[in-house]
């Protein structure tokens, strides 16, 4: 009897597994399992960690572990130097699903320090370009040579008066390297080569469909052009608008909201009370000042991490000083760098623990959503079965170009709480999708004729990408989606209503307005 039981345990378990190996395969069948692979074709000058050929995820979530982060590869991750293979999945969607939109959000590249270490040498970078000096790129050369054309197109001010190179041989403070040129070359290349085949944009694109905008700054206004460029090798320059974001929050004329500074200020005090209560971090910045000699509150002004950083990225020695009267001499040390780092890992778990940054996120993001949102609905409109196309097209191509600040609080919003900060060159894709109109079996099944209606032009969805790795399904809107064979994707409607009213709930409200200007208590 016992036996026999077991036999129909047995012969019920194999059906089971079965049944889910069978779905796995459908799902293997809809989605392609290979992502766009690019070789970097070079390596970095400091030979450190991170520093050799060969493959690298670099996820954008810490995977399951035992111990905390190393706060030295973390700084390794940030820097993004481009001298290893890289994956994306961008691109990548159900057997003839079309591509109808993307929308990019860009930090700036490898960057200059924005801070000094009193009584240290700054970091010896060259910030021209040379094909010859390490890290290069196959289109280094021809990107040159095309923004010596930038004249022919069309700027908005005050962007026409940036430089569109870098072209200081020591480096002034904020600066874009070659390394942050490199950078979005390759992230340009890589969307490229990603969205090639799916024909986002036609050989005789017009001026409308594709969208740039940066803020005022240099750095971010060169990486827009690197991306640009490798997306768009030689792209036509009469065509192209460059458009001025005067906010590094993207908030066009929905900046004002007095609430959200109000978050923001909150934010900085919890972030203030956290560092003040780190002993250990303390105990290295009086370490840090006895050996250069300064007062440790004039150490901490200048924010001795920005300038470590950039000489770990770049492979330089740390800052050493002589002996003198006012300090002991010596070199800072890269366990010192480590200390820092930390506690600015562990304000990152303090930070979502509280939930007081996600208040100010949401406030800060919105609008930029809420633009995206609004693109993605005119290009859906003009994709509708008998619409007449627009002329010249909806914008099927856009790319912001922008910083941590704007980028960080996007993530939040999202509900992307785990991501990693963001690094130099990150990059966050919205990618806009149309489903195969369903076939007369299909459309029997369902009941509503609008239902129907819709199915039968198509239906729509959306992806979110972090730095190439789809997180579609990581995010506030979409985690609790029922993801299946004949809906793998997230729908559009999930977003829009995300953006237009659900996720102002964190914050007790029911829209941006209200949220910004309601009278506290």
Known sequence: MQARNRFLLLVVVGAAVLAIVSLSLQFLNLIPTTPIVEERPFQAADGGVGSGQGKSRK???????????????EAYDYCNTPNHTEQAWEGHSPVDYKLLSVQVMIRHGDRYPLYF??????????????????????????????MGQGGRGHWESPLGSLPRLPNHSACEMGQLTQTGVVQHLRNGQLLHEAYKRHNLLP????????????????????????????????????????????????????????????????????????????????RTYIDMARTLGLPMRQLR??????????????????????????????????AQFGVIRRQQLDDEVDRRRTGLYRKYAILASYPYLNRTAAKMERVARSNEAGRQPRAGGEEAFTVSSAHDVTMAPLLNALGLDEAKFPRFAARV???????????????????????????????LFIKVLYNGEDVTFHTTFCRRHNRNASQPLCPLKTFLSFVRRDMFRFINATSYQEACYRRPG
């Open 59 to 73: 996820r954008v979530f810490p995977g399951p572990h035992t111990q905390d982060p190393n706060p030295i590869s």
């Open 117 to 146: 270490i009193p009584k240290t040498k700054r970091p010896a970078i060259d910030c021209t370009l040379s094909t010859s000096r390490s890290p290069s790129h196959p289109l280094l050369n021809s990107f040159i040579s095309h």
């Open 203 to 282: 050989s005789d694109w017009s001026p409308r469909q594709v969208w740039v905008e940066t803020t005022g700054k240099s750095r971010t206004l060169q990486s827009a052009m690197a991306f640009l460029y490798g997306f768009l090798p030689g792209f036509d320059w009469t065509k192209l608008t460059v458009r001025h974001q005067w906010s590094t929050l993207f908030c066009g004329s929905a900046c004002d909201c007095p609430i959200r500074s109000k978050y923001l200020d909150e934010e900085q005090r919890r972030q203030y009370r956290f560092r003040v209560a780190n002993a250990e971090l303390e």
């Open 301 to 334: 002004a200048a924010n001795p991490i920005d300038s470590l950083l950039c000489h770990l990225c770049h492979g330089l020695p740390f800052p050493c000083v002589a002996p003198s009267d006012s300090g002991a001499g010596g070199c800072l040390t890269l």
């Open 429 to 459: 894709v919205f990618e806009l999708w149309k489903s195969p109109p369903a076939t007369q079996g299909e459309l029997k099944k369902r009941p509503g004729k609008g239902e129907r209606s819709k199915l039968k032009d198509g239906q």
